[in-house]
């Protein structure tokens, strides 16, 4: 028995509340939760769900079981439909595959495109879906941080010239940047919990862990968390500069203003003195 898995990233975040209340499915979902489709949910949107499989995660990511291409694709117009912010135009710039074989035959085993076990369980679909749709958001979110790095590159080198080089719209708008990457990479994404079936199963808890150290899920995530603390360090200490340049503006404009005060009441001096005299 063979079980294929595409992950792929639908947006930075889906309301799956929303999508589980069209598909008649009345749950309260917590973050750390997912929305399978299957069965009867997936009639109508591709010709058979038979061993066919879809998981919605509330970070982003979408992870078909056993999809092929074309119908992956009327799955993604179909949710389009319930949530704009889904672009399936861009929705396979970060994929990734893995397949799970049951085999007798064969030595259980897992390795980073391929697991092989004597016998398919229901927690290892869903510890697999759920960790390849964590590692492929990873890899937008580790994109997006690069892209911000580059831009405060440029800044920097700005100033390594003596010349701040970005006006104070400039410097909100990067700080916006980055506060919202932050908010959307780290917070949303929640990599650090651990599905509910771990807390009772033994066996799924030892999967999950092995399967985060063969994904690095960890390890990318503390990276990323590096970088984007690094952003705002970076981003504070031009913050500092800014206020400090324009404060030593304002204090220009008052030694200029109080010369100015000066030169004109000696003007005024002169001119009277002059006027007594004549």
Do not use: C
Request: net charge negative; aromatic share 8%; charged share 25%.
């Amino acid at each position: 028995m063979h079980t294929d898995f595409k992950a792929i990233v639908l947006t930075n975040e889906l309301n799956l509340s929303k999508i589980a209340q069209h598909f008649g499915v009345k749950l309260k979902f917590k973050w750390e939760d997912f929305l399978l489709l299957k069965g009867e949910q997936l009639k109508g949107i591709i010709e058979t769900g038979e061993n066919k499989q879809v998981y919605l995660f509330h970070f982003g990511s979408m992870v078909s079981v056993n999809l092929q291409h074309h119908e992956i694709m009327d799955v993604l117009r179909y949710l389009k439909r319930l949530d704009v912010q889904i672009n399936e135009e861009k929705a396979f710039v970060y994929e990734d595959d893995y397949s799970l074989e049951v085999s007798l035959g064969e030595e259980p085993a897992i390795n980073n495109d391929m697991m092989i076990v004597h016998e398919q369980k229901k927690y290892h679909t869903d510890l697999v879906a759920t960790v390849i749709a964590k590692s492929v958001s990873l890899d937008k979110s580790e994109v997006e941080v690069d892209v911000l790095l580059d831009k405060i590159e440029i800044v920097v080198h700005s100033l390594s010239q003596g010349n701040l080089g970005v006006s104070d719209s400039e410097l909100a708008r990067m700080t916006s940047e980055i506060l919202t990457f932050r908010l959307d990479a780290l917070s949303s994404l929640r990599l650090l919990d651990n599905p509910d079936i771990t807390w009772d199963n033994e066996e799924a808890s030892a999967l999950y862990q092995e399967l985060l150290v063969l994904f690095e899920l960890k390890e990318r995530y503390e990276n990323l968390r590096h970088k984007t603390e690094t952003l705002m360090d970076i981003t504070e200490a031009f913050s500092g500069l800014a206020h400090a340049k324009r404060g030593t503006r304002l204090e220009w404009i008052i030694i200029i203003l109080i010369a100015f005060e000066i030169v004109l009441s000696l003007y005024e001096m002169f001119v009277k003195s002059w006027l007594i005299g004549h």
